[in-house]
């Protein structure tokens, strides 16, 4: 079935890094591709996404691009911050009949000044 | 207004107790769904409906049915709680069948049986 695999964390970085999280899908179709963020004590919220291959979708200066060849859906935000530190779900979402909304295991980030 | 929203943001029972949570969405989407995440944060769906119709029954135990006597309402029992039941519970929403289908979150529902 399909399903997406994310790089373990927890990642630490140093405010104004250069932050990537690693996330590979299995998919039968043409999955559309998420990245989610969950804050501390939050649900999660959409961050950014893409439908088809070769898009990029980018928020909050984070960016990550579809790329087929590879089913990869990697994050990557130039210059983190403190308020970054957060808990990232890469995702997908099949197109069937219905929707089915697949998460990743989730990688945790903590930022430190 | 919130998207989504479930109540209670915490419950805490004892084992063998029958507790219920209830999620609404006011986006108008067609599907709801509940999903689980553990102490290690990863996130499983339990159920999905479409339509007040079950869709993903993912291998969830019969001690937890959900009830959707809407398209607006998706509400989780639980019968029976066990210690492994403790987790944060989360409802969801999207709009089915379209091309660009997100889901929208509720704040999750911490549940701790003792």
């Known amino acids: 079935g399909n399903s997406v695999t994310q790089m373990e964390g927890p990642v630490t970085l140093s405010e104004e890094a250069f932050l990537t999280i690693n996330c590979t899908y299995t998919a039968t179709g043409y999955p559309s591709l998420f990245w989610y963020v969950q804050y501390p004590g939050e649900g999660l919220q959409l961050l950014l996404k893409a439908t088809k291959a070769d898009d990029k979708g980018s928020n909050k200066g984070f960016e990550a691009t579809y790329r087929k060849e590879t089913t990869s859906f990697h994050l990557e935000k130039g210059s983190v911050q403190v308020s970054d530190s957060a808990v990232y779900f890469c995702a997908l979402s099949e197109r069937t009949s219905y929707d089915k909304v697949i998460f990743g295991p989730g990688t945790s980030l903590s930022v430190i000044p | 207004d919130t998207a989504v929203s479930q109540t209670p943001k915490y419950l805490v029972t004892q084992m063998g107790n029958d507790k219920s949570i209830k999620c609404e969405q006011n986006l108008g989407h067609d599907t709801m769904y509940w999903y689980k995440q553990d102490s290690k944060k990863f996130l499983k769906i339990m159920f999905s409906y479409n339509n007040k119709e079950l869709i993903i029954n993912e291998t969830v135990p019969n001690r937890f049915s959900p009830k959707s006597p809407d398209k607006a309402h998706l509400n989780l029992h639980i019968n029976s709680l066990e210690l492994g039941d403790s987790a944060v519970y989360f409802c969801?929403?999207?709009?089915?069948?379209?091309?660009?289908?997100?889901?929208?979150f509720g704040q999750g529902t911490r549940l701790t049986v003792v």
């Open positions: 969801a929403s999207s709009q089915a069948l379209v091309l660009n289908t997100e889901a929208f």
